[in-house]
Structure formats: C-alpha cells, structure tokens
Nanobody, 119 residues
Framework: QVRLVESGGGMVEPGGSLRLSCAAS????????MGWFRQDQGNEREFVGA????????SYADSVKGRFTVSRDSVRNTVYLQLNSLKPEDTAVYYCAAKPRGESKYTHWGQGTQVTVSS
C-alpha cells in the first residue's frame, strides 16, 4: 500500500512562490506516475501536473505551464511541485496522487495541503 503525505502549503501574496512536497512510503515508486491535482471550493478537482518516477518525464495543465514545475527525488521517494508567479486563482487544496504506469486512474491519494494566494 502506498501512503502519500503532502506538505508545504500556506498563504502567499500574488506573484509569490511556494514549494509543495509529497513524501511516499509503502513501496518504491519507480514504476509509478506521480500527479498533482487541485480543488477549490465549488469546483471539480483538476489536473495540475505529473511526472514519471523512472524517467522524470513531465506534463502540465495549460493553466500552469511556465509557472509550476514538477520534480522528483527517487532516492527519497518524494515528489515536488514548485509554484511560481502565483495568482489568486491558484488558491486551492493541492493533492498528490500516484498510479502504476499504464493505469488510467490514480489509485492512491494524499490528504491535501492548502495553498492560499491573497494580498
């Protein structure tokens, strides 16, 4: 069983930066895809970005391209989401998720961490 724990959320002013972490335990994630999602009140959960743990290949939602970066530390079994040039509309609970490669749906989720962008 994979356990995911996010950290690093908080409140920041527009234009600011944060780095979220997702620490995984339970098994080695070399054959997994790690994703970041976010959900604001009243909205559906949306995809933010993802990374393959083996090769480090990344993909992003158009709304965050050029501002957010997903990276991983395979030794520490940890994934990061660097958030730069934050906007008020980035305010949401950010979730880390994992799925085995080849699966269409994410099978493991963290508890989420709140990011608030406000002046």
């Amino acid at each position: 069983q994979v356990r995911l724990v996010e950290s690093g959320g908080g409140m920041v002013e527009p234009g600011g930066s944060l780095r979220l972490s997702c620490a995984a335990s339970g098994r080695t994630l070399s054959m997994y895809v790690m994703g970041w999602f976010r959900q604001d009140q009243g909205n559906e959960r949306e995809f933010v970005g993802a990374i393959t743990m083996a090769e480090g290949l990344t993909s992003y939602a158009d709304s965050v391209k050029g501002r957010f970066t997903v990276s991983r530390d395979s030794v520490r079994n940890t994934v990061y989401l660097q958030l730069n040039s934050l906007k008020p509309e980035d305010t949401a609970v950010y979730y880390c998720a994992a799925k085995p490669r080849g699966e269409s749906k994410y099978t493991h989720w963290g508890q989420g961490t709140q990011v608030t962008v406000s002046s």
